[in-house]
């Protein structure tokens, strides 16, 4: 059996949005599943995630960003990223599909991980796809991530476990 090849990720508009937070931040929060960061020099990029289902029975998401330019409802924060360039990285996830016949006849579990993991060849279905990204300054790393919740961010600023990504990643 031939396997099915796809690939869900952030497109060019994402990518440009996300460029922008090389810049200054005024401020920034995760509320309700979203990363928004407002720019010191205006306007506010918002991550957020698309859900698409590549084939029945077969779900992925994906790490998208907008940018809304006159967006100033966030409040002011200090932060690591206020006045120096940051470095933006953004990264890419797999997953894959294989079915279980052991469990019924149309029985088949997703499994994903980072790119290093050899998809088994008993995959019928494989998604590359845009899953995290990590904004580092002045010595300071924090990572914006795919959340376990369906459909929402996460952000990550504990050393230890920025360090412990970066790593999976090869990155560190």
Request: aromatic fraction near 8%.
């Amino acid at each position: 059996m031939t396997r099915r090849d796809y690939s869900f990720i952030a497109d060019v508009d994402s990518l440009d949005a996300l460029r922008r937070l090389r810049r200054g931040w005024a401020g920034w929060e995760i509320a309700e599943g979203e990363f928004r960061v407002r720019l010191r020099e205006g306007g506010t990029v918002r991550a957020h995630v698309d859900r698409a289902e590549i084939e029945t029975g077969f779900e992925v998401s994906c790490l998208v960003a907008d940018f809304v330019a006159d967006e100033t409802t966030l409040p002011a924060r200090d932060s690591a990223f206020t006045s120096h360039a940051n470095d933006v990285t953004v990264f890419r996830g797999v997953t894959w599909l294989e079915k279980r016949p052991d469990l019924g006849p149309d029985h088949s579990i997703q499994f994903s991980g980072s790119p290093a993991i050899e998809v088994p060849e008993a995959a019928v279905a494989k998604c590359d796809f845009t899953d995290a990204i990590a904004i580092a300054s002045g010595g300071t790393t924090m990572i914006v991530r795919l959340a376990l919740r369906p459909g929402w961010l996460e952000v990550c600023t504990d050393p230890e476990e920025v360090g412990k990504f970066l790593e999976i990643r090869d990155f560190a």
